[in-house]
């Protein structure tokens, strides 16, 4: 008999955990995805963006090591300026404990969080206090074997009821970006 002894309270418990990780990334690869910025994701996000009215957009695909947005959008003029009057800056790569995302991919379905501070497990999140994130709806890629691909997903600095036509439109986007990766060429048709 082996005792472990229990683990620290800490943010990265709080993630869920991901055992399509190595299968997703073998299918990214042979999809020729993953590993770097792809132009037309980053217009796809821009779409995404501009129809939520959000300033942040994503095209996620979480692997072992973390998380990298080959789709991203984010706004010219960060809409978050820290006490010391800097801005964060929002890259391609995160951590797996960072963000919503993650919990989209173990859950299989849309996340839609209006005020992350009315939720405990997600007020605590980093994104919350490095980028002031408050609100986030995501939906996860699905392809035909069943395998989560990532994630598309906005967020905003604020509050944001998104309700149920927000549910529908990233859910629908997200149905359609699934179809163009299984046959990924680097390009989309929109």
Not at 93 to 100: E, K, N, V, Y
């Given at each position: 008999?082996?005792?472990?002894?229990?683990?620290?309270?800490?943010?990265?418990?709080?993630?869920?955990?991901?055992?399509?990780?190595?299968?997703?990334?073998?299918?990214?690869?042979?999809?020729?995805?993953?590993?770097?910025?792809?132009?037309?994701?980053?217009?796809?996000?821009?779409?995404?963006?501009?129809?939520?009215?959000a300033?942040?957009?994503?095209?996620?695909?979480?692997?072992?090591?973390?998380?990298?947005?080959?789709?991203?959008?984010?706004?010219?003029?960060?809409?978050?300026?820290?006490?010391?009057?800097?801005?964060?800056r929002?890259?391609?790569?995160?951590?797996?404990?960072?963000?919503?995302?993650?919990?989209?991919?173990?859950?299989?379905?849309?996340?839609?969080?209006?005020?992350?501070?009315?939720?405990?497990?997600?007020?605590?999140?980093?994104?919350?206090?490095?980028?002031?994130?408050?609100?986030?709806?995501?939906?996860?890629l699905?392809?035909?074997?069943?395998?989560?691909?990532?994630?598309?997903?906005?967020?905003?600095?604020?509050?944001?009821?998104?309700?149920?036509?927000?549910?529908?439109?990233?859910?629908e986007?997200?149905?359609?970006?699934?179809?163009?990766?299984?046959?990924?060429?680097?390009?989309?048709?929109?």
């Open positions: 008999m082996s005792y472990d002894p229990p683990r620290p309270a800490g943010r990265l418990l709080l993630t869920p955990e991901d055992k399509e990780a190595p299968a997703r990334a073998g299918r990214l690869r042979l999809l020729g995805l993953g590993e770097r910025p792809e132009p037309a994701l980053d217009a796809f996000a821009h779409g995404l963006a501009e129809l939520t009215g300033p942040y957009a994503m095209v996620n695909f979480p692997d072992e090591r973390g998380q990298f947005y080959a789709g991203l959008y984010v706004p010219a003029v960060a809409p978050v300026v820290r006490s010391d009057g800097s801005s964060p929002v890259g391609r790569t995160l951590p797996r404990d960072h963000g919503f995302c993650p919990h989209v991919v173990a859950r299989r379905k849309a996340l839609v969080l209006e005020d992350v501070h009315d939720y405990p497990r997600f007020a605590g999140n980093p994104v919350v206090d490095e980028f002031g994130i408050r609100s986030y709806l995501g939906a996860p699905i392809d035909g074997t069943g395998l989560v691909l990532g994630t598309v997903s906005v967020a905003d600095v604020g509050p944001r009821p998104w309700g149920k036509p927000g549910l529908t439109a990233i859910k986007h997200a149905a359609q970006l699934v179809v163009q990766l299984e046959g990924w060429d680097g390009r989309l048709p929109y």
